[in-house]
Structure formats: structure tokens, C-alpha cells
């Protein structure tokens, strides 16, 4: 089948991570990519070429100087055929460099112009500079992340804050290709780092709120601790996780791992397990630790009770490719690419 978005023209002058992965996605749904990058390229090339390399296949590359304004016709002939810009720097440089979100559209009515920034363009934050733990401090989200009661600690092993707003601009960006298919006007998408990472905290605080739970110890002792949810070593030293948060996985889990203690009536409400949550962690990692992974993840799977076992990147990348059937050695073949299946049903 034709790619979804085949017919699309992305003008991307976005460097680093946030910009180059929503247009990295959007060349897997089938959109040309033109990348336009300062002299020198784009700074992750020298920084992180393996990042680079990641976000950036199955682009055209084009080296401008924006400040050269003797290249300004070759941008201007790019803009008249494209659907789309994105750009990821600070608020109001490129309005300096003539291309910003007025200026674009003014020309180009049609075009959908994203830009990327950790705060957004306006408000008391918006010229500050930041990376993926001040976006996330400033979203309210570091403060539940760590162990350490007093100091919080930013590794969830991937830039979270960064991600989850290419995946917004994403969403948002495809909503208004939609939307210009009714008007036939473009539209300026705003897209702040900080506020979608922000907008992920709402089912936290639906629960802080439901519960009254009040201080960010309380509040992170609730999001990191959860009855028979977590990792767990067995006997072989294989990690697996566990997760019967459900009554009925509650009950399939008690009965099949022989947790008698814990097979009352009592117990089947998830809120009196959860006032108990390290006692029956500390129960669940006991009677795991005196069997073989193999050999609990097959009770597990066959009580269907949700258990899985750790992987390091690279095994989860191999599972992938053979769930995909892309054994290719390749170097592009080590990435991943959009995780959508488009086909037609009969």
C-alpha cells in the first residue's frame, strides 16, 4: 500500500532530539523530509552521531546558512511546495531570521507551521533554556521520580520529556492536516515540552485527588509502590515483573504461587492490599526466589496473571525484529520504525 503520508512535504530546520524524531516519524509514515542544517550540521551529529543517526534516516539533507541572505529564494522555493515546517528553537529566532510562524504563513497559507520549545513562545519562561530534567521538574513529574526521599532522581532511562512532546506535536500536527483538508488553511502549532509532559500527570493527579494524598512523599510513595506490581529476582538470578493489580489476577496469583497468607477474603479489595503493599511485595519476591525464571513466568502465563521478563535493549530489539521478520544486519535496520500496521481489511 501507499504510505499514509506519501503525499506530504516536511521542511524540517529542527536539531537534537524533539524536532528530528517527530519528523523521523513522519518520514516513516511515508512524508519527505528535508532537513536543513546549519554549517557544521546539526549539533547532535558531533555530540551524539548515534542519536543522529537514529532520528534522522530517510531524509534529504540540505546545508543552509539562514543568516546568508542569498540562499533566502532557495528556502522560499522549498516553502512553496511544502505542507509542513517544524523548528525547535528559541522562541523568536527564526521570526530574526525571516521564517518565523507570521512571516511563513503570510506566504504560504496552507502551511502547517510547528515549533518545538521547552516552554513555549510566550510567559515568563519562555526564552530559558532547558534539557529533559528541567522540563520535568518544571511538570511537576520529577518531584515522584527516585528513591531517595529527600532528593529526586530524573532516570527513567530515556528522554521522557523530549519524546512525549514529538508524540503531541505529532498527534496535534496530523489533526491539523485534517483539518486543513476542510478549510484549505494552514495553521501555527505551539508546542510546549514542558506542558505535554505536564498534561501526562493527569491520571497522578486523578488519583492524588481521589485519595487526598497531599505531599509529594505520600504522593510518591503511591505512584512507586503497588501490591504484587514490581520487579522481582528468581532463583536463577533472571529478573521478571509481576503485575496483578486486578482482583481476578490478585486471586490467580495468590492461588498459584501457594501466598496462603494472603488467600482471604480480606485481601480481594485493592485498597486494603494496597495499605499492605510491602508485605505482599516482600511475600511475592520470597516464593519467587526459590524457583527458575522459566519456571514462574509458565505458572504465570498459564494462570494468566501479566508477567514478562527484563530485557536489556538489545534483546528487546532483537525480539522486535523477529516479531517483524526484519532480520536484515543492516545499520538502518537497528532502528525501529513507526510501530503502526496499515493494511486493508476485507
Not at 46 to 68: C, Q, W, Y
Not at 138 to 166: E, F, N
Request: hydrophobic share 45%; charged share 20%; with cysteine.
Amino acid at each position: 500500500m501507499t504510505a499514509p503520508l506519501s503525499d506530504l512535504v516536511v521542511v524540517d530546520f529542527s536539531e537534537l532530539l524533539p524536532g528530528p524524531f517527530l519528523t523521523q516519524n513522519l518520514a516513516e509514515l511515508g512524508a519527505r523530509v528535508i532537513k536543513i542544517e546549519r554549517p557544521g550540521g546539526d549539533p547532535a551529529r558531533t555530540m551524539s552521531p548515534g542519536i543522529f543517526a537514529a532520528v534522522n534516516r530517510d531524509k534529504e539533507h540540505l546545508t543552509v546558512d539562514l543568516k546568508d541572505t542569498s540562499r533566502r529564494p532557495e528556502i522560499e522555493a522549498l516553502l512553496d511546495s511544502a505542507d509542513i515546517v517544524i523548528e525547535g528553537f528559541r522562541p523568536g529566532v527564526m521570526a530574526k531570521l525571516g521564517f518565523g510562524p507570521n512571516e511563513v504563513l503570510a506566504r504560504h497559507p496552507r502551511i502547517i507551521y510547528v515549533s518545538m520549545s521547552g516552554y513555549g513562545q510566550d510567559g515568563p519562561e519562555a526564552k530559558l533554556p532547558g534539557h529533559d530534567n528541567n522540563y520535568a521538574a518544571r511538570a511537576g513529574v520529577l518531584a515522584l521520580a527516585g528513591k531517595d526521599p529527600r532528593i529526586p532522581d530524573w532516570l527513567p532511562g530515556i528522554p521522557m520529556a523530549d519524546l512525549s512532546a514529538s508524540m503531541y506535536a505529532l498527534s496535534s500536527l496530523l489533526a491539523a492536516v485534517h483539518a486543513r483538508e476542510r478549510s484549505g488553511q494552514g495553521c501555527y502549532l505551539d508546542v510546549s515540552i514542558r506542558d505535554c509532559l505536564a498534561h501526562w500527570l493527569n491520571p497522578r493527579l486523578g488519583s492524588f485527588y481521589d485519595a487526598s494524598i497531599n505531599t509529594v512523599g505520600a504522593q510518591r510513595a503511591h505512584v512507586q509502590l503497588r501490591p504484587a506490581y514490581g520487579t522481582f529476582e528468581c532463583a536463577d538470578g533472571i529478573m521478571i515483573t509481576i503485575a496483578a493489580l486486578e482482583e481476578h489476577f490478585w486471586a490467580r496469583l495468590v492461588k498459584v504461587l501457594d501466598l496462603v497468607e494472603w488467600s482471604g477474603p480480606e485481601w480481594s479489595a485493592y485498597r486494603q492490599r494496597e495499605e499492605a503493599s510491602e508485605r505482599i511485595n516482600a511475600a511475592l519476591a520470597a516464593a519467587v526466589a526459590t524457583r527458575k525464571a522459566a519456571e514462574v513466568t509458565e505458572l504465570l502465563v498459564a494462570a494468566e496473571v501479566p508477567v514478562a521478563s527484563v530485557l536489556s535493549p538489545l534483546e528487546a530489539l532483537a525480539a522486535a525484529r523477529r516479531r517483524t521478520d526484519a532480520g536484515s544486519d543492516s545499520f538502518e535496520s537497528t532502528f525501529l520504525a513507526f510501530p503502526v500496521a496499515f493494511g486493508v481489511v476485507l
